[in-house]
């Protein structure tokens, strides 16, 4: 039997994407969406309601979220109170937020899956980047997207300096309380100490969403770099790996660098 989807964002950027993506796979099967303003038609077969709560009323396994940050976490808690598994692509949740949802999940045996960014790309960046902070001492992030994004930082650098924070070494640079002059310049501080991760964010016109990992090392540097495109279609197939593996845990996990081998 198929995985059942129900699709939240179903009309939105990704989530065109992912419509037809999952109607076109044998093992997985679109049977609610939701938008506002796309209520009381049909994806193919699939109703689409203005409320999660109403969508939640057909039968599903998954719920992918791709909607907005002041939506996300309510849906996210709805499903899993329904006994959802949920896939989560938006963005503008952190630390916190996933540790309530991991509660909320563990009490109802579901299972999470949060990705700050399901493209290959941008989970390699992670991957190399986690590499290289065990080695290399010093390490800032440049989150990068476009002007109208309603969130900063973005889920793919967030999620990245929560990670980075928790294994990366000391930084050598000088604290932050002990900057002078405008210490805000710095940026946004992730963790605690000497092990906080700095994310500078930039929103500009011509940006999708990029993000850029600079190890600094006396006399040398490294930068890992991702750039998105303007598609949708990069995060089609870790979604979609996802839904598919979600179920296989109770509790929130985060990253598709999690899933891969
Ligand atoms: N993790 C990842 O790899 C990626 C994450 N993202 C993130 O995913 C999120 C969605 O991005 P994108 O597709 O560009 O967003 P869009 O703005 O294009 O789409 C948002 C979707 O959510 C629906 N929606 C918005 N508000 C509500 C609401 N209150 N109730 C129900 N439905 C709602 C919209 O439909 P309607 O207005 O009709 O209700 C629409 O279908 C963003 O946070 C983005 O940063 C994006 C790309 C990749
Ligand atoms: O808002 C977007 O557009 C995107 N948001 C995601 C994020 O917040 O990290 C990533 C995606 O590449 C585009």
Do not use: C
């Amino acid at each position: 039997m198929p995985v059942r989807i129900l699709l939240a964002g179903a009309t939105g950027w990704v989530g065109r994407a992912l419509a037809p993506a999952i109607a076109a796979t044998a093992d997985l099967a679109l049977v609610a969406g939701v938008s506002r303003s796309a209520a009381g038609t049909a994806i193919g077969d699939a109703p689409v309601f203005a409320s999660i709560e109403e969508a939640l009323a057909v039968p599903s396994d998954v719920l992918i979220d791709y909607t907005k940050p002041n939506v996300v976490k309510a849906n996210a808690a709805a499903a899993i109170a329904a006994g959802r598994h949920v896939v989560i692509g938006t963005s503008g949740l952190g630390a916190d937020d996933y540790a309530e949802l991991d509660a909320l999940a563990r009490a109802k045996g579901v299972g999470v899956l949060a990705a700050g960014n399901f493209s290959i790309t941008a989970t390699l960046l992670k991957r190399f980047t986690l590499e290289a902070a065990k080695y290399v001492s010093d390490v800032e992030i440049i989150d990068y997207a476009s002007a109208g994004k309603p969130d900063a930082p973005s889920g793919t650098a967030r999620e990245l300096a929560e990670t980075l924070a928790g294994v990366r070494r000391p930084a050598t640079s000088r604290p932050i309380e002990e900057v002078s002059g405008v210490p805000a310049t710095r940026g946004g501080s992730f963790g605690e100490g000497a092990t906080r991760v700095q994310v500078h964010a930039l929103r500009l016109p011509s940006f999708v969403l990029g993000v850029e990992t600079i190890f600094g090392a006396p006399d040398e540097r490294l930068t890992i770099r991702h750039d998105a495109g303007s598609s949708a279609a990069p995060y089609v197939a870790g979604t979609l790996l996802a839904a598919r593996k979600v179920a296989g845990w109770t509790g929130v996990r985060r990253g598709l660098d999690t899933l891969l081998d």
